[in-house]
């Protein structure tokens, strides 16, 4: 089953139990994020990502440099081990890893969690690939991908059990759009998913032909 197909499902069930007016409220939150622009101001293809260093969910720092002295690299943010979009994202990814190893790239997601809430993500989602705690969502503001969970939306997170500081620390309310990139090893971009919608992701199998070309 395709990334897509399980978002639509889920979106499904969403849609039959969520009350309407917290419907809404989330389309229009989202709504006007993506008016605001933040998606056009993020890193495009064909640009430099700026270098990163970042500690991975045993706590050992992973920098882009050493990611791309083998091979090209696949760079996803996701909000959280609590989003349901990222889980079903981050499980797609993990399905696809053997061909994107087989094309000598790496894999590695990053997320404003502490270390402690993305191991807890790894360990749930049986993920094999490396996921980097970007703590204060410090790196991905440096990117300008980073929106703050607007205050009439953290009730309502908080009535489907989802309390984003204890995932992200007292305060910090900071999340990433949905952002996939694959970088060659010179550090460029040779491609880019930016959406302010959280509910759409990449299907992680069209990167594979972007991960064909820079091998060829």
């Known amino acids: ?52 260093s970042l500690p991975n969910q045993s706590g050992k720092q992973v920098s882009l440099e050493e990611l791309l002295k ?7 943010f996701y909000r959280g081990g609590w989003c349901p979009y990222c889980n079903l994202e981050l499980r ?3 399905q696809i890893l053997p061909q994107i190893k087989a094309l000598g790239a790496s894999l590695v997601a990053i997320t404003p969690e502490l270390p402690d809430a993305s191991l807890t993500t790894t360990e749930k989602n049986d993920l094999e690939f490396q996921v980097l705690s970007d703590e204060g969502a410090e790196y991905a503001k440096s ?6 969970l607007p205050e009439e939306l ?34 460029s971009i040779a491609s880019a998913f930016i959406d302010a919608d959280y509910t759409k992701r990449q299907e992680p199998s069209d990167l594979l032909p972007v991960l064909e070309s820079l091998k060829n």
């Open 1 to 52: 089953m395709s990334l897509q197909t399980e978002i639509a499902d889920y979106i499904a069930s969403f849609v039959a139990k969520a009350p309407l007016e917290v419907q809404q409220l989330m389309k229009q939150a989202t709504k006007n994020l993506a008016e605001s622009g933040i998606a056009a101001k993020a890193p495009q293809q064909g640009q430099q990502l700026p270098a990163f």
């Open 70 to 76: 083998d091979g090209p690299a696949v760079v996803t």
């Open 92 to 94: 797609a990814y993990q």
């Open 143 to 148: 990117l300008g991908i980073v929106f703050a």
């Open 154 to 187: 953290r009730p309502i997170y908080s009535s489907f059990g989802i309390e984003v500081e204890q995932h992200n620390g007292a305060g910090h309310f900071d999340l990433p759009l949905a952002v996939t990139y694959v970088i060659a090893q010179d550090g």
